[in-house]
Every structure is written in C-alpha cells, then in structure tokens.
C-alpha cells in the first residue's frame, strides 16, 4: 500500500476575521508560528507522505496563494468550485487518487489543526492504516480535556488493535455537540473522545461507502470521472459540484457505517476554533493578557490583542478581543465572540466595506 | 482703538491622542465638522479682528502647518521656540502688538475651543472691549451647566457694566479646581463662572501687569524686543524661551491683579478637553454610541469611535473610546481615559513606537 495525504484546505475561517479574510481564510495564515496552518499540516504528514503524495482540496480561487505557499505540482491540488463540506471534497479526492493508485490508503487532514507532537501523530496515523488495510473507516479521536460543547464525540467500545499506550477501537456510536451536563457526564465517563474529523481510509473503501450511503453524489462523481482529462474536465467538475449535497462525511457516512474504528489520539490537539482557543497555544503575560505585534497598554487584563501592523493601545479594559488586520479593526467581548457572523452579513451589505470581508 | 485677535495655537492634545499627534496636536484637527479648531477659532472673530488683525502663537515647527490652514501673512504668526504655558506667550504677544500699535486691544483666544453662538461672542468680546479701554483685564466666565471639577472657578460681584442680558462685574476671585462638593455648592450659588481662558485687554495693561507680578520675565521680554528686526532675533527669542518661566497667565496676573473684571458669558462654550466632551457635541445613535467613520457593531452600547479610514467593528461592548487614526489604535474604557498621559509615556521609551506619538 502507499499511503497519500488528503489537505482539505476549506473553511472560511470568519471567526477569525479581521485577520482571516474571505480571499485568505485562517488556514493560510500564520495563525500560530511563523508557517500557515496549510503549511505546518503539511510538514506534520510528510514523513509519511511526501509532498509529491499529498494532495490539497481548495476551493479554486485560492488555487495561486496555496501554490505560493506550499510547493506541489498542479495535479496534486483539487480545486473546488464552491464549498460543498467535506464529503463532497473528500468523494473527489478519493476518485482523484484511486485512478491514480487503486490501493490507495488516504489519510484525511482538516489544514486548521493544531497539533504538536508529531512523532505520536504519525505512530497513530500508522495503525489507523493498518487498520483501513482491513477496509475499516478509521476516525481519530481526541481524548477531552475539558467537557467542551463545542465538538461531536465519539463513544467507544472495545479495543481491536494496538499496543498498551497507543490504541484502535470499536465505535459505539457518534454524539452530536453536547449540552454542558452532557459533556460533563461524557468527561467523567472517560469512554468518550472528541471527534477530530481527521481519518484513514482506503480510497476504494469510501468510495463504496459514498456509493451507500450518498448514492446519487456518487453516480454524478463517476460520471465526472469519465471526463477526467478531456476538455470538459473544468465544465464537469462545476456540474458535478452545482448539485452536490452540502454535508460532512461524518454524517453523510460516518454516523451510518458500520465497519468503523477509532483511534485514541497519544497527541495534543486544537481545531483552533476561535480566538480563544487560539490564545491558548501563545504565551500570557501575568495580567492575562496574549498578544501579538506592538502593544501598549495600562490596566488590560484578560484581553487577547493581535495587530498585523501600526500598534494598539488599550487603557482599563478587561475580557476583550482586539484585533488591527490591514484596514480592519474588531474589538468584541470575549463573551460576544459568535456574533461575527451576523457583523459580517452587516458589512457585506455595505458597499463600500465589502472588500475589507 | 484697534482690536486685535491672539490666537494661543500651542498644547499638545495628548488627550485626544491617536487622533491629534504632536506634528499634529488637536486645534490643527478637524475635530468637530470640517473645519480644524484653528480655522473655527480664526472665523470666529473674524467679523471684529480680519486676518490681517489676528496673531497666532504657535510651535515653531508647526508654522508651516498653520500657515497651510489659515492664510496670513508670516508676521502675523509667532513662533516659539517650546512651551512654556500662556504668560510668555501673551506676554510676547502683547510686546508685537504694542509695537506695531501703541492702543491696541488683544482678544485672547485658546485655538482649541468650541463656541457656536458667534453673535453672541462677538457682543460680549466688544463689551470686555470697551472695559478694556479703562484698562482692567477682562476675563470670560462661563455659566456652569453642571458641577463640572476639571475647571477652574470666577467667583463674581456686582455688575459694573453692560446691558439687562450680557453683564460685566468685578471679580471676588479666582478659584482652582474644586472637588465635586464644592463645585455642587459653586452651581447652587450661582455667583460662580467657568474660568473660560480668554481675555481681553490693552497689551500695555497687561505689559504693565507683568512687569509688575513677573518682572524678571518683562525684563528679559524688553531685552529681547530690541532684537526684533535684527539678525539677533531668532537667537534672541530662543533665549528669551529658555529662561522663561512656565506659568499661566491665571496665575501669573489674574489671580493677582487687582484691576480686573469678567464678563458673563451668554455664549455656549467648550473647551473640548477630552473625548467625553468632544462627543457631547456630535449625533448620538439610539444606543447611545457617538461614531465617526466606518463603523459596524452589534450589542454596542454607549461607546465613542472615531475611524480615520478603513472600518471599525465592535461585537458586545459597551462605554469605550475607539480610535483608529493612521497606524494607531486606541481602545480605552471612558472611565481610565486620565492614563492616557502615562501610556503616552510608556509608548515615548520605545523606540519602534516613538514615531506613532
């Protein structure tokens, strides 16, 4: 078998607006370090799948900026012609790679994700490809640190492979986001693990699996494969993509399957969901404060303070998110952080702020 | 007689800090409508003293700033070499006009405040006028609308002049800063008026005044007026500035003197000395947000945000002052505006972020 990498390179990455925008999302910026989350994704897999073996799903406009940032042949970069969720984009990918590579495992990666222990990672990822050598769907799972709400679950059942520290198991079921009690309940049970929306799996496998479970998506997918390489590749690919579902893999697929395992994460990790959970991988100051860029300020505390360029300065302020990108400025509550995306339909309605989105 | 105009451009507008800089300080800003405070303050009086009878005492480095925003000739601009509070200033004032016009008259104006009733000024000015021909040093006390502790006090006594509505009277004495109980019994009284900072007298009164209550500072000014017109000038008023005291001419004079009177204000008056005042005279939205530029926000409530260019967004906050001016951001809560000058200070020790003051 040969194992390929799968970068869904999606995601608008709003909640990190002003500093993500519509034409650079989160994922190709620098949000933690100096390389893009697209580019430390990349990295994490390539002992295992060099870069000639990862292939990168991005919606089509972004196809130059993630050329400039990672350097792959044009043929290993899918471009989307509009966002579909994951399993379209992981449908496509799964065709791309079983012409190429019939035996094809894939190793599916969100290109958000943090996480730093990579020799643990890879050791994981392995046996989860031994594990879809037996045509199992391998998810990851995240053992939880907090009872969090903000992820699906996993709860599982019985070991089936592994060592003592590093191990793969039946999967009981999924569990939607929870409310606080349950996710207070799931933690203490400690048969639980975040559902991280990375997996392994063969190419062919889920290609079945689409053919149950999203049948209609998969006729369309091997009508498109027919013209893979033709002239009408660029039109066919937009077709196919018009009538797509919007649906994740988890619960086009995932949540029906039956041959699942999951794979209990030994690694650290954070989707890197908001500005809080961003603040968590950077270093506070003894006010509480996270900061990045040129700041000033005088009785701040508690506050998370990013400013590309120019500087801030903040005086009495406390619990706040401020963010300088370019000719944006956002200052919210820590509390009122999920209203972005309702600001952000306010200044798209506005003509003359629209570019800054 | 001939009445002349000083306008007093000096003050660094920390308070307003991004917005006003120090190439820039606040009366060369447009902070209210189109025009800067300056060009308010000079159209003003225009109606009495034309240009060509205005004198603006400015930073010297700042001449050919002012120079671009008023139209005067250049020896109607004094420029000093620093700062050294208004009697030296006055002082120099008074020593150009007295040589260029024995009787003259010199209306003292603060550049940097706001006063809308302009008829109303300009019958009060001409009745501190007509005092100031008895020689008595005429100040303009405001009739307090509130018990406000950032001003200074004229505790006044009988009338001396003027009609039923706009009354002259002599002054009981100045008062400095009260705190809030004293200016709460100060409003209930009703005998006490807002040290305005503006004055009107012959320039020999006040020349005489200060070689009486600052005689070493008069000496030294009489030295230096045998330099006017000669290549020693420059040099000469440099010196002059270097060894001047730096003093108010409150308390230099006024608070001495005792051939002095004030006129009651039946103008509305301003001093603009902070954000919270500025927004005391721009619109206010139902939730209590005064903004300028391109803002969008959600669950904003009583806020203050000033954008230069570009947009501001605020999600869930409330009682702030935002400011984005060139590549400075300030974001501060209305009650901890005071530290403005110490963050200042922090910002002037370093190096990268000197620039920005």
């Avoid at 990918?93 to 020799?119: G, N, Q, S, W, Y």
């Avoid at 520290?165 to 009981?172: E, G, P």
């Avoid at 975040?194 to 149950?212: C, D, E, P, Y």
């Avoid at 988890?250 to 603040?279: C, P």
């Amino acid at each position: 078998m040969s194992i390929h990498a799968v970068i869904l390179c999606g995601g608008r990455g709003e909640r990190f607006w002003p500093k993500s925008r519509r034409n650079r999302p989160k994922q190709f910026i620098p949000l933690y370090g100096s390389r893009t989350l697209i580019q430390e994704t990349s990295r994490r897999i390539a002992p295992l799948c060099p870069v000639k073996r990862q292939l990168f799903v991005t919606p089509v406009e972004l196809v130059p900026l993630l050329r400039r940032q990672v350097k792959v042949p044009r043929r290993n970069i899918l471009g989307e012609p509009c966002g579909r969720n994951t399993a379209p984009a992981i449908g496509l990918a799964a065709l791309t790679l079983v012409r190429r590579d019939p035996e094809a495992v894939m190793v599916v990666l969100p290109a958000d994700h943090l996480i730093t222990k990579r020799p643990e990672f890879l050791k994981a990822v392995r046996l989860a490809a031994q594990l879809a050598q037996e045509n199992l769907l391998v998810t990851f799972g995240i053992v939880p640190s907090r009872p969090d709400t903000n992820y699906g679950y996993v709860h599982y059942g019985a070991r089936i492979a592994g060592s003592r520290r590093l191990t793969a198991h039946s999967v009981v079921g999924f569990r939607e986001k929870p409310d606080s009690a349950t996710a207070q309940r799931y933690l203490a049970e400690g048969t639980y693990l975040w559902n991280s929306g990375m997996f392994v799996w063969r190419a062919a496998t889920i290609l079945k699996a689409l053919h149950q479970f999203l049948p209609e998506f998969y006729l369309a997918l091997m009508r498109f494969g027919k013209a893979i390489g033709t002239e009408r590749e660029q039109r066919a690919l937009a077709q196919l993509y018009r009538r797509a579902p919007v649906i994740s893999i988890d619960y086009a697929v995932m949540e029906k399957a039956e041959n699942i395992a999951v794979v209990r994460a030994t690694f650290d990790w954070d989707d890197v969901g908001s500005w809080l959970a961003l603040a968590r991988h950077r270093p506070m100051d003894a006010a509480g404060n996270v900061t990045t860029g040129c700041w000033f300020g005088r009785e701040t505390r508690n506050c998370i303070i990013d400013a590309d360029s120019g500087i801030v300065a903040t005086l009495g302020v406390s619990d706040l998110v401020i963010v300088r990108a370019g000719a944006a400025v956002l200052v919210a509550h820590k509390t009122a952080l999920d209203g972005i995306k309702r600001l952000l339909e306010d200044i798209a309605s506005h003509k003359a702020a629209r570019r800054l989105l």
